[in-house]
């Protein structure tokens, strides 16, 4: 085989290894999490939404409301203000 076979050979092999060291953990750690009682938090999400020009149809979409049941920070980034409901922050961008 040549040195590229070899090299490519042996990533694939590093990167399958690492993939499975990985599944094992979270594995092991959801059976950990499966005999205690709690069960596991929702983590807080940030969602940043580009929104440069948005359409009519983009606009209504930001309207919508998100249905998550945990901590969620919803931003808007954009080069101009668009008009958001309440609970929406705006960080403007300068293309």
Not at 16 to 39: E, G, I, K, N
Not at 51 to 60: G, K, R, T
Request: net charge negative; proline share 13%.
């Amino acid at each position: 085989m040549s040195a590229l076979a070899h090299v490519t050979v042996i990533w694939a092999l590093a990167a399958a290894a690492f993939s499975f060291v990985t599944a094992w953990r979270v594995w092991r750690a959801r059976l950990v999490h499966a005999q205690d009682a709690a069960p596991l938090p929702v983590p807080a999400v940030l969602l940043v939404r580009p929104a440069d020009a948005p359409s009519p149809s983009e606009l209504e979409n930001l309207w919508a409301p998100i249905d998550y049941p945990g901590e969620l920070e919803h931003v808007v980034v954009a080069s101009v203000r668009p008009e958001l409901p309440p609970g929406i922050s705006f960080v403007a961008s300068h293309p």
